[in-house]
């Protein structure tokens, strides 16, 4: 069992940056893939980012390609997502995701988190 809470969530104007944790739970943190995925009122929840078991791979949606940047501690269980030029398309609540396999969170997860708000005003 693998238990996600998220945190760094807020209001932010347009341009502005953000930095999104995800602190993990139990010791097999290295065994899974990390991800953020986020979902906008009335849209699915749609990936955003992943990084590896060990951090050698990105993947990264073509919205936020350039603009944000998914990292893992694995001395703090932690991955983050640093998010700059931020534009109101951003909006969205902000999950962290994990799951067994690198390939596979593009479009699912094994483990998800409760959410953060992220708002973007223009």
């Known amino acids: 069992q693998v238990q996600l809470v998220e945190s760094g969530g807020g209001l932010v104007q347009a341009g502005g940056s953000l930095r999104l944790s995800c602190v993990a739970s139990?010791?097999?943190?290295?065994?899974?893939?990390m991800g953020w995925f986020r979902q906008a009122p009335g849209k699915e929840r749609e990936f955003v980012a992943s990084v590896s078991g060990i951090g050698a791979r990105t993947a990264y949606a073509d919205s936020v390609k350039g603009r944000f940047t998914i990292s893992r501690d694995s001395v703090k269980n932690t991955v983050y997502l640093e998010m700059n030029s931020l534009k109101p398309a951003d909006t969205a609540v902000y999950y962290c995701?994990?799951?067994?396999?690198?390939?596979?969170?593009?479009?699912?997860?094994?483990?998800w988190g409760q959410g953060t708000q992220v708002t973007v005003s223009s």
């Open positions: 139990g010791r097999t943190f290295s065994s899974y893939a």
């Open positions: 995701a994990a799951h067994r396999s690198f390939v596979e969170l593009t479009s699912r997860a094994d483990y």
